[in-house]
Nanobody, 123 residues
Framework: QVQLVESGGGLVQAGGSLTLSCAAS????????MGWFRQGPGKEREFVAT????????RYSDSVKGRFTISRDNAKNTVYLLMNSLEPEDTAVYYC????????????????WGQGTQVTVSS
């Protein structure tokens, strides 16, 4: 069992930055690939970024590539999402998720989820 708690969301103006954190606890968090997903109003949950267990491999959706950076600190059992050049379209609840062994862009393949943190970008 892995517990995930996101933090760092808030209200920011377009063009601004935020850093989300996801603190993991429980059974060997470093053994899991991690992902960030988001769900905007009236939309389905969508892939944002993933990172491998070691942190050596990352992947991004086309909509955030070049603006967002995912990273992890296994010593602290924490995953981060640095979000730059935020746009109103980035407004959503952001979730972190843990998946055994190999990262994926498919939400349904993840084993554990956090409760989410709201990010609102004003124009």
């Amino acid at each position: 069992q892995v517990q995930l708690v996101e933090s760092g969301g808030g209200l920011v103006q377009a063009g601004g930055s935020l850093t989300l954190s996801c603190a993991a606890s429980g059974r060997t968090p470093s053994a899991y690939a991690m992902g960030w997903f988001r769900q905007g109003p009236g939309k389905e949950r969508e892939f944002v970024a993933t990172i491998s267990r070691s942190g050596g491999s990352t992947r991004y959706s086309d909509s955030v590539k070049g603006r967002f950076t995912i990273s992890r600190d296994n010593a602290k059992n924490t995953v981060y999402l640095l979000m730059n050049s935020l746009e109103p379209e980035d407004t959503a609840v952001y979730y972190c998720a843990a998946k055994r062994i190999v990262a994926s862009t498919v939400p349904g393949e993840y084993n554990y989820w956090g409760q989410g943190t709201q990010v609102t970008v004003s124009s």
